[in-house]
C-alpha cells in the first residue's frame, strides 16, 4: 500500500471529528496500519491510530470502521497479471498535518513556481504510467520560455529534467511541504498528484491507459488518457504504450495554461 493509498484513506476519513466519529481502518476488529501510514496520519484527529485504541474511544468520539488497508484498498480488485477498478470508487482530496519544520524548510524552494514529476513510483508498474521523458522536457522548457519558474524535486534515483530549477528533497512529507507552494503540478497518475490535491493545487495528470481517473483523479485535475479505456496491466502493455503515446507536449501545455491563466 503506497502512500498515495495513505492519502486516498486521509480522503476516506476527511471530517470525521467534526461530526464526532473517529476512522478505524481495519477489518472491523484489528486497526491495520502498514509502513506507510504513520507517514501521512501522523497527526491527523479524524484516523484511529491502532497503538491508542482505548485513548480514542475515551475522547467520546464515535468509532467508524472502513475496509481499507493493504490487501483491501477498495478502489481495485486483483486478478492475474492485472488489477479489475472499482468504478462505484471515487477519490475525495485527502489531507496532510505538516509541521512547521517541514513548511520551512519547503520555503527555500520559493513560491508559484510549477512542480513538474516525471518520474513514475518504482512500485508501481512503470513501463505503463511513463509518458516520454523527452515531451517532459519539452513542456519544462516551453513553460520557462514562457516565463513559468519550473521546479522538479530531487530525490535518490530520480532522473532530472535538463530545462528545469532542482530542488533537494528527503521525503514525501516535504515533497508535500513544497506542493503545497506551488501554482501548478505536472505529472504521472500517483502519489504527488494525490498530494496535490490534499493540499489544493490544480494539476495536469498523465493518466494513460492503466488506470480511471473517474476512481483516483480529482475534479481539480485535467486528467489525461489519450482516449483509452484504463486496463490495469501490471505486465507491460502495448495499450498504456499507445494511450501515453497519444498524448502530446502541446496537448500538456495547453491543459497547463489553461490552468494557469483561466478565463
Given at each position: 500500500m503506497g502512500l498515495g493509498d495513505q492519502l486516498i484513506g486521509a480522503g476516506l476519513a476527511k471530517g470525521a471529528a467534526a461530526k464526532g466519529k473517529i476512522i478505524a481502518f481495519g477489518d472491523g476488529k484489528r486497526i491495520l496500519w502498514d509502513a506507510n501510514s504513520p507517514v501521512i496520519w501522523r497527526g491527523n484527529p479524524n484516523i484511529a491510530?491502532?497503538?491508542?485504541?482505548?485513548?480514542n474511544v475515551n475522547t467520546h468520539l464515535q468509532m467508524e470502521w472502513i475496509p481499507f488497508y493493504k490487501g483491501n484498498r477498495l478502489y481495485n480488485k486483483h486478478a492475474p497479471g492485472h488489477w479489475i477498478w472499482n468504478y462505484d470508487f471515487h477519490c475525495t482530496p485527502g489531507e496532510i498535518y505538516l509541521t512547521k519544520e517541514e513548511k520551512?524548510?519547503?520555503?527555500?524552494?520559493?513560491?508559484?513556481f510549477i512542480l513538474i514529476e516525471p518520474n513514475p513510483s518504482p512500485k508501481s508498474p512503470v513501463a505503463n504510467k511513463q509518458w516520454p521523458m523527452?515531451?517532459?522536457?519539452t513542456v519544462a522548457r516551453t513553460l520557462r520560455g514562457h516565463g513559468h519558474d519550473v521546479l522538479q524535486l530531487n530525490y535518490r534515483g530520480a532522473k532530472l529534467l535538463k530545462s528545469v530549477r532542482v530542488f533537494p528533497c528527503h521525503n514525501?512529507?516535504?515533497?508535500?511541504?513544497i506542493m503545497e507552494r506551488a501554482k501548478l503540478f505536472i505529472g504521472g497518475e500517483g502519489g504527488l498528484h494525490h498530494g496535490a490535491a490534499a493540499v489544493g493545487v490544480p494539476g495536469v495528470v498523465l493518466f494513460g491507459g492503466f488506470i480511471p481517473p473517474s476512481v483516483t483523479g480529482y475534479e481539480m485535475h485535467t486528467n489525461l488518457t489519450g482516449g483509452a479505456e484504463a486496463c490495469g496491466s501490471l505486465n507491460p502493455c502495448p495499450h498504456c504504450a499507445a494511450a501515453m503515446q497519444a498524448i502530446g507536449a502541446d496537448e500538456v501545455l495547453e491543459h497547463a495554461m489553461a490552468r494557469l491563466c483561466p478565463p
Open positions: 491510530n491502532p497503538k491508542a485504541t482505548a485513548m520551512q524548510y519547503a520555503r527555500m524552494a520559493g513560491q508559484d523527452e515531451r517532459y522536457e514525501f512529507r516535504i515533497a508535500l511541504a
